[in-house]
Structure formats: structure tokens, C-alpha cells
């Protein structure tokens, strides 16, 4: 089955150090694709950082990054020099169809991370 | 309005009546996605439109029923629900073609069924 999990459902880190949040997914297609999302307390969920399961280089967004490893199916969200603004939920999803050209994502449980000052 | 709106943001309605979630996208997108939020359980699909003909049902009951009239509005239909509809109802659309594309989600409207 394909499937998402993310094992830690809190996380509390000090303000300014970086955090790893961990996703690891459950597919057997070769083309697929990875998504970090937060989710503020506001509701919406917005998107971070993106990898492609047949890109080599692990994907960067400012202070974002994912660590991709393949044979470990793993796909872990790095954040560094954390901030206050970065407390919130954060999903990691995974592409599992494409529908007419329309995607059709699995989201894990997700992780509350908290931001200590 | 930019991004992706949804109205109502908080709808508390009895089994017995109906209502209808809006979503609108200013993004000129394609394709558009209604999401179920349950506390302690992830986001799980319902409908997907792609130019505005649905291409899934998620498995959804019948008392949820989506309308999505052109490529910039999506509507969810809800009538005589019940306790566990109670969620966060999440809008989402995205371009339709490239594997990148990410969605773009609304802020949600917070559903209670009474």
C-alpha cells in the first residue's frame, strides 16, 4: 500500500537550531513525488519544499531542505536556524497518481513542531 | 482576492440541514481538490476536478456532493450529515500537466455537525 509516516507527533526545539522532522513513504512505482507542507494554526496548509523521486540532487528552499534517501525511503525535512514563525504542523505527502494531469496526494499524520524562545 | 478562498470559515449545521462550501482560486489553475481533516487522522482526499469534469471519488458518501461549474469554482453540497462529517473542510488547485506542480490550499472551513 502506498503510504506515508511520519513517527514523531511533537517536537519541541530552541529557537535558532535546526530541526530534522522525519517522513518515510511505502510505494512500489518508480516515478513518484514528495511534498513538505505546514499548516499554521490558521488552516492552510502551505507548501515547501518538492522532490522528485528520480531527481539526484536533494532538494533546497531557503532554510528547507529534504533529505532524500532512496534506498531507505526516507525523505526527511531539515530546517535550520529555526524562528519562532516556524511553530506549526507539518505534513509530508506523496504524489501516488496522476489523474487526466491532476495529482492525487497521501499525507502523513503530521508533526507538531514548537519553537522555544 | 489572491490564492485560494473558501467561505464559510465555520459552519455548525444539524444533521438535517443542508448547506454548500464554496472555494474559489485566483491562481488560473486547472485542476481543483476538496480535502477531509479529521483531528488525529491525516488528510484524506475526496474529489479531484480537472477542468472542471471530476476524475475521483475518493470512496466519498453520497451525502457529500461536489459541483464545480468552471475551472475557478469548486462547491461541496453537504445535506443531512452526521457527527463524524465534523472536520476541516480544505480546498485545493493546482496546474494540471507537470509531476512538481504542488497545490495550493484555501484556509479551510471548520465543519460541526450537531
Known amino acids: 500500500a502506498q503510504k506515508i509516516t511520519q513517527t514523531q507527533p511533537g517536537m519541541f526545539v530552541q529557537e535558532k537550531e535546526a530541526v530534522t522532522l522525519d517522513c518515510t513513504y511505502d510505494t512500489s512505482d518508480q516515478s513518484y513525488g514528495l511534498f513538505w507542507y505546514k499548516q499554521p494554526s490558521s488552516g492552510e496548509m502551505i507548501f515547501l519544499i518538492y522532490q522528485g523521486s528520480y531527481d539526484e540532487q536533494n532538494a533546497t528552499e531557503g532554510r528547507y531542505s529534504l533529505n532524500f534517501q532512496k534506498a531507505r525511503k526516507s525523505a526527511n525535512l531539515v530546517i535550520s536556524a529555526s524562528q519562532l514563525g516556524d511553530s506549526a504542523m507539518y505534513f509530508c505527502?506523496?504524489?501516488?497518481?496522476?489523474?487526466?494531469?491532476?495529482?492525487?496526494?497521501?499525507f502523513g499524520q503530521g508533526t507538531r513542531l514548537t519553537i522555544n524562545p | 482576492e489572491t490564492g485560494v478562498t473558501q467561505t464559510p470559515r465555520h459552519l455548525v449545521m444539524g444533521m438535517t440541514n443542508k448547506k454548500s462550501l464554496k472555494c474559489e482560486q485566483h491562481?488560473?489553475?486547472?485542476?481543483m481538490y476538496w480535502y477531509k481533516q479529521s483531528a488525529k487522522k491525516p488528510l484524506e482526499l475526496m474529489f479531484v476536478y480537472n477542468f472542471k469534469e471530476q476524475t475521483e471519488n475518493n470512496s466519498v458518501p453520497s451525502r457529500f456532493s461536489p459541483e464545480c461549474p468552471n475551472s475557478s469554482h469548486l462547491f461541496l453540497h453537504l445535506h443531512t450529515l452526521q457527527p463524524e462529517d465534523s472536520a476541516l473542510y480544505l480546498c485545493?488547485?493546482?496546474?494540471?500537466?507537470?509531476?512538481?506542480?504542488?497545490?495550493?490550499f484555501g484556509p479551510g472551513t471548520r465543519l460541526t455537525v450537531t
Open positions: 491562481l488560473g489553475h486547472n485542476a
Open positions: 485545493a488547485s493546482s496546474l494540471s500537466g507537470a509531476v512538481s506542480y504542488e497545490q495550493y
Open positions: 505527502a506523496m504524489r501516488v497518481g496522476i489523474i487526466q494531469g491532476a495529482q492525487k496526494l497521501v
